[in-house]
């Protein structure tokens, strides 16, 4: 049996993560087996490990290289770098990889950039699909500092919506800037509305704030809650300016991820998507990276390598 190392949750939240030796995994008939040279923790998974529950491995976006082919024949061959959206286990020397969610990576781009794209980026083609065309389309972003926020913010804007980005800090505002936002306010409050569209992610008093703000017929699109606050609603708020509008609720999952990530891959690689990435650490420091994650001290993605890259 070949032994590998991986991070395992500890339950402590200073602390969240360890090494443990385990076992190389065996990948069924449909997966590859990657050597990971990257990985991107998410802010979401950062409340898991709060308080584990038994087994759990996490680890849901990583970039590396196929050292074994899938044995159905599907998939990339050996020596292929690829980047992969697997359902666990990422944070790790080696991953068991379905290969209906991975994509090959051209020469052009790097473990680091391709392992800040899956989860962040597909939360975002997804969430604009849901939401329609955008294009003149005003636009209202809550949350818009974080991974997908700011994959939303380019897209959206590429397609001809006018973006209104919500973040608390300047100089996150003047990235969002950059990306084609119309115009950034630090709170939902100060938005000058109505907004034909609404994509929210803070929860709190942040929905009822951005709902104010929304055109009569217009929807909200509630994709998470960062703040950890829950909503209350009047729902005779409705009355007093978004009379008729929507509120859906939307979460990404669902594989195949496959053609999603290779189109993500394939935006970077025309440069219209730069994934923002606000470090770039030795996976030595996951814990502490895990915790500035959560504690919002990390602009954009946070990137961990592991030294496998040849």
Same mark, same amino acid.
């Not at 190389?24 to 040279?37: F, G, I, Y």
């Not at 020596?79 to 290969?99: D, I, L, M, Q």
């Not at 969002?176 to 509305?193: F, I, K, N, W, Y």
């Not at 509120?247 to 923002?276: K, M, N, Q, S, W």
């Given at each position: 049996? $070949?032994?590998?190392? =991986?991070? %395992? ?46 087994? @759990? ?13 899938? #044995? ?12 992969? +959206?697997?359902?666990?286990?990422? &944070? ?7 290969? +209906? ?13 391709? !392992? ?5 980026? $597909? ?26 926020? +700011?994959?939303?913010?380019?897209? !959206? !804007? ?48 942040? @929905? ?13 699109? &509630? ?23 929507? %509120?859906? +609720? ?11 990530? #290779? ?13 923002? $990435?606000?470090?770039?650490?030795? &996976? ?12 919002? =001290? $990390? ?12």
């Amino acid at each position: 049996m $070949i032994r590998m190392q =991986r991070l %395992i949750p500890t339950g402590d939240p200073a602390r969240p993560v360890e090494f443990a030796d385990d076992a190389q995994p065996v990948p069924a008939a449909d997966e590859a087996l990657v050597r990971v040279e990257a990985f991107a923790p998410n802010r979401g998974e950062t409340f898991l490990l709060e308080d584990p529950r038994p087994g @759990l491995l996490p680890g849901k976006d990583l970039a590396g290289l196929v050292v074994q082919a899938a #044995a159905d024949g599907s998939g990339p061959p050996i020596g292929a770098r690829v980047v992969s +959206h697997p359902p666990r286990g990422g &944070w790790a020397e080696y991953a068991a990889v379905p290969t +209906h969610s991975l994509a090959v990576l051209p020469d052009g781009i790097d473990a680091v950039r391709a !392992a800040a794209l899956p989860l962040a980026g $597909i939360t975002a083609l997804r969430l604009l699909r849901t939401a329609g065309s955008v294009a003149g389309r005003r636009v209202l972003l809550t949350g818009a500092a974080g991974g997908v926020g +700011h994959y939303l913010t380019e897209l !959206a !804007a590429a397609s001809g919506a006018d973006v209104t980005a919500v973040t608390a800090t300047a100089a996150r505002g003047e990235r969002l800037l950059a990306r084609g936002a119309t115009s950034v306010v630090r709170d939902a409050a100060e938005a000058r509305g109505p907004f034909d569209l609404v994509l929210e992610s803070t929860g709190g008093a942040a @929905l009822p704030q951005a709902l104010a703000r929304l055109a009569a017929g217009g929807t909200l699109i &509630w994709f998470g809650q960062a703040s950890r606050t829950p909503v209350t609603l009047d729902f005779f708020d409705f009355f007093a300016g978004p009379e008729g509008a929507s %509120i859906r +609720h939307f979460h990404y999952a669902g594989a195949p991820y496959g053609e999603d990530l #290779a189109t993500l891959v394939r935006l970077v690689e025309r440069g219209r998507l730069h994934p923002e $990435i606000g470090r770039v650490d030795d &996976w030595a420091r996951t814990a502490g990276t895990l915790v500035d994650l959560r504690e919002r =001290r $990390i602009r954009g993605k946070a990137v961990l390598t592991t030294g496998a890259a040849r």
